[in-house]
């Protein structure tokens, strides 16, 4: 195991990171997953609810944290 404060040490709590931002965007598209069906059978489902861009949200945000956080991430374990 690194010792604390060490590059390795940095770089392997940037893996863990990474894998958890990973699982965090997986739960957030299978919850727009999960919704959209209950969304599409709303019976007042084409008034101008904002529940309709939830699932584009999350989509969005999923893949916003894949790319952005995760690199975030990496680059500050690299300093």
Not at 14 to 28: G, H
């Amino acid at each position: 195991m690194p010792l604390p404060g060490s590059a390795a040490f940095r770089l392997d709590q940037a893996e863990q990171d990474c894998r958890d931002l990973e699982a965090i965007s997986n739960l957030l598209r299978k919850t727009a997953g999960a919704i959209t069906p209950i969304i599409q059978r709303l019976t007042y489902g084409t008034l101008p609810l904002a529940v309709r861009e939830s699932c584009i949200m999350l989509e969005a945000l999923a893949e916003e944290i894949e790319r952005d956080d995760v690199a975030t991430v990496q680059e500050a374990a690299a300093l």
